[in-house]
């Protein structure tokens, strides 16, 4: 997959735009030239979700079920799960510390409406719990992209057996759990409910669609089944769409059929633009720029904005964010993994021997 960092620095840029859009637009009322582009372009010609919302997120999704399905096929569950959770825990955890601090100090707001934290509640967001509370609890609320991502890695490794033997029976017997979830929410009354399952279970086909992509791609199933397991994908998408789990409506299934493509062109693409310095730095840091811009995003903006303009502040805000990133991806991020990695080797060395 050489297109992959290409393909992250697309999903790091649309994230961006969609938070500062959502900002400038919906919380203080403002304006930025770029915006009335991308909303010419982009939205009111081109037929994407307003504000590209979801499009950064479904590209990600896309890439992990391209990327980790080859990871779970070949690796034992628990190496699989150490490797993933060895990258992901780390700066997770650093972000949500973070967060947490900005909060209790008064300097950042809560994601989820709450005057602030509690030591409990904060927790349980080291450990993604918060979002399952009611009401849901998010002190940094873009992590909740990584409960489906957890939930697709637990899932691919519980159907490790089957996704090497018959691997259509995967995606396919996914899409059904994640049909018979968002029926469940629908229709049980509380508190037998969960209801940010239904995200999870709405998201989850775009990985299924990434796995179904790899699976054909690397002639593990056949072009008929390639068909039946995206029609699947796509079912299930539409009764989320018609739960109203998506706000932005038909435009989430026209937005994720043009994201799906865009990945399926570039996936593999191979030419000289994936090989820019700056396309790997930010496809190398893409998980620190996902985790902290929104940390950083709207003090930077009202500090900056009212002496310089909303180019000058946004342009504030991308520097703090890039150098914020560099230094959790440095010093946290990579080391991390390394260490955990490591130290994994050597426990495994010593039950060999």
């Given at each position: 997959?050489?297109?992959?960092?290409?393909?992250?620095?697309?999903?790091?840029?649309?994230?961006?735009?969609?938070?500062?859009?959502?900002?400038?637009?919906?919380?203080?009322?403002?304006?930025?030239?770029?915006?009335?582009?991308?909303?010419?372009?982009?939205?009111?010609?081109?037929?994407?979700?307003?504000?590209?919302?979801?499009?950064?997120?479904?590209?990600?999704?896309?890439?992990?079920?391209?990327?980790?399905?080859?990871?779970?096929?070949?690796?034992?569950?628990?190496?699989?799960?150490?490797?993933?959770?060895?990258?992901?825990?780390?700066?997770?955890?650093?972000?949500?510390?973070?967060?947490?601090?900005?909060?209790?100090?008064?300097?950042?707001?809560?994601?989820?409406?709450?005057?602030?934290?509690?030591?409990?509640?904060?927790?349980?967001?080291?450990?993604?719990?918060?979002?399952?509370?009611?009401?849901?609890?998010?002190?940094?609320?873009?992590?909740?992209?990584?409960?489906?991502?957890?939930?697709?890695?637990?899932?691919?490794?519980?159907?490790?057996?089957?996704?090497?033997?018959?691997?259509?029976?995967?995606?396919?017997?996914?899409?059904?759990?994640?049909?018979?979830?968002?029926?469940?929410?629908?229709?049980?009354p509380q508190p037998y409910t969960v209801p940010f399952l239904t995200k999870v279970a709405g998201v989850l086909p775009t990985l299924f669609l990434g796995q179904i992509a790899y699976l054909g791609w690397a002639r593990l199933i056949t072009w008929r089944w390639v068909v039946v397991g995206v029609i699947a994908?796509?079912?299930?998408?539409?009764?989320?769409?018609?739960?109203?789990?998506?706000?932005?409506?038909?435009?989430?299934?026209?937005?994720?059929?043009?994201?799906?493509?865009?990945?399926?062109?570039?996936?593999?693409?191979?030419?000289?633009?994936?090989?820019?310095?700056?396309?790997?730095?930010?496809?190398?840091?893409?998980?620190?720029?996902?985790?902290?811009?929104?940390?950083?995003?709207?003090?930077?903006?009202?500090?900056?904005?009212?002496?310089?303009?909303?180019?000058?502040?946004?342009?504030?805000?991308?520097?703090?964010?890039?150098?914020?990133?560099?230094?959790?991806?440095?010093?946290?991020?990579?080391?991390?993994?390394?260490?955990?990695?490591?130290?994994?080797?050597?426990?495994?060395?010593?039950?060999?021997?």
């Amino acid at each position: 997959m050489d297109g992959a960092d290409l393909l992250r620095v697309i999903a790091v840029l649309a994230v961006l735009y969609s938070h500062i859009s959502f900002y400038l637009l919906d919380d203080i009322g403002g304006g930025w030239w770029m915006i009335d582009v991308v909303n010419t372009v982009l939205i009111e010609d081109a037929g994407l979700n307003l504000h590209l919302s979801f499009v950064g997120v479904s590209i990600f999704m896309l890439l992990t079920g391209l990327l980790i399905t080859r990871s779970a096929m070949r690796q034992s569950r628990r190496d699989f799960m150490v490797a993933r959770l060895a990258r992901l825990v780390p700066a997770l955890w650093f972000a949500i510390a973070m967060a947490v601090i900005l909060v209790k100090l008064g300097l950042n707001g809560m994601f989820s409406g709450q005057p602030g934290i509690t030591n409990g509640e904060a927790v349980l967001s080291f450990f993604l719990g918060g979002f399952f509370l009611r009401p849901e609890v998010a002190v940094l609320g873009v992590t909740w992209t990584l409960v489906v991502q957890i939930v697709f890695y637990l899932y691919c490794i519980s159907m490790r057996g089957t996704l090497n033997t018959r691997p259509i029976v995967v995606p396919l017997v996914g899409a059904a759990l994640c049909a018979l979830v968002i029926v469940y929410n629908l229709y049980l009354p509380q508190p037998y409910t969960v209801p940010f399952l239904t995200k999870v279970a709405g998201v989850l086909p775009t990985l299924f669609l990434g796995q179904i992509a790899y699976l054909g791609w690397a002639r593990l199933i056949t072009w008929r089944w390639v068909v039946v397991g995206v029609i699947a994908q796509i079912e299930v998408i539409r009764l989320a769409i018609e739960v109203h789990t998506f706000w932005m409506g038909d435009t989430y299934l026209w937005t994720l059929l043009v994201v799906t493509g865009t990945v399926l062109i570039l996936a593999r693409y191979n030419g000289p633009i994936t090989r820019w310095p700056v396309i790997r730095w930010i496809g190398t840091r893409s998980y620190a720029i996902y985790l902290i811009h929104t940390l950083v995003l709207y003090r930077i903006y009202a500090t900056v904005e009212p002496h310089l303009g909303p180019s000058a502040a946004v342009l504030a805000f991308l520097a703090g964010t890039a150098a914020l990133a560099e230094i959790m991806y440095r010093w946290i991020e990579l080391p991390a993994a390394r260490h955990i990695s490591a130290q994994y080797a050597r426990l495994r060395a010593r039950s060999a021997t």
